[in-house]
Nanobody, 120 residues
């Protein structure tokens, strides 16, 4: 499975960005896709995930500001990020796991990261 992420960039605090991640290759019909992020000097941390059948899951720090969605026909997951804060600055990584397994406990495939920088 290959994951191609896009949509990062530089934005002012309070602004918005939308990340996209398209999966290709040997994709299972049922899977979980989502996002992790890694700020400078910190460990990579879970942000959000969504299963093929829905059931979005977001970390508390982004609830109410970020929305995760997916287009199963395109094997693509989206992360709409609103009301961005400087502390959201990080490299964002797309993640994939077969079936409906919890992305927080294991990731089978990673995409290359995309930088999100929020200026104050």
């Amino acid at each position: 499975v290959q994951l191609q992420a896009s949509g990062g960039g530089l934005v002012q605090a309070g602004g918005s960005l939308r990340l996209s991640c398209a999966a290709s290759g040997s994709i299972f019909n049922v899977n979980t896709m989502g996002w992790y992020r890694q700020a400078a000097g910190e460990e990579r941390a879970f942000v959000a995930s969504i299963r093929t059948g829905g059931h979005p899951n977001l970390v508390d720090a982004v609830k109410g500001r970020f929305t995760i969605s997916r287009d199963n026909a395109k094997d693509t997951v989206y992360l709409q990020m609103n009301s961005l804060k400087p502390e959201d600055t990080a490299v964002y990584y797309c993640a994939y796991r077969k079936f409906s397994r919890d992305l927080r406990t294991g990731v089978e495939y990673w995409g290359k990261g995309t930088q999100v920088t929020v200026s104050s």
